[in-house]
């Protein structure tokens, strides 16, 4: 388990969708290309997540949202985690 993937632990998620659990997040990965493969997008193109919303962003749990609706709440996300992954040391500039 990476540093970055060790670090959502303690964290409150970062999608907030209704139904959002809050605590208890994980490192959500975005699907990758090789989807189905057992490959991952790297850990900086990820967000903190709830199981909740994993669930809905990752189709397991019906929500009634659009994929348009589901992406714009991915995005907002994964850039909240990556400004918070870069402040703490853990993404660095090149």
């Known amino acids: 388990m990476s540093r970055i993937t060790r670090s959502a632990e303690m964290r409150s998620c970062a999608v907030r969708l209704q ?3 809050l ?4 490192l959500a ?4 290309v090789e989807s189905g493969r057992g ?5 900086w193109w990820a ?3 709830c199981a909740h919303c994993h669930d809905v962003l990752d189709g397991r749990k ?8 589901k992406a714009e709440a991915w995005f907002s996300a994964v850039f909240e985690t990556q400004f918070i992954l870069h402040e ?3 993404l660095k500039e090149t």
């Open 47 to 49: 967000a903190y997540a």
């Open 23 to 26: 605590k208890g997040t994980c």
């Open 29 to 32: 990965h975005a699907p990758s």
């Open 19 to 21: 139904g959002c659990q």
């Open 88 to 90: 703490e040391g853990y």
């Open 62 to 69: 019906p929500s009634g949202m659009t994929r348009e609706e």
């Open 39 to 43: 490959y991952k997008s790297p850990d």
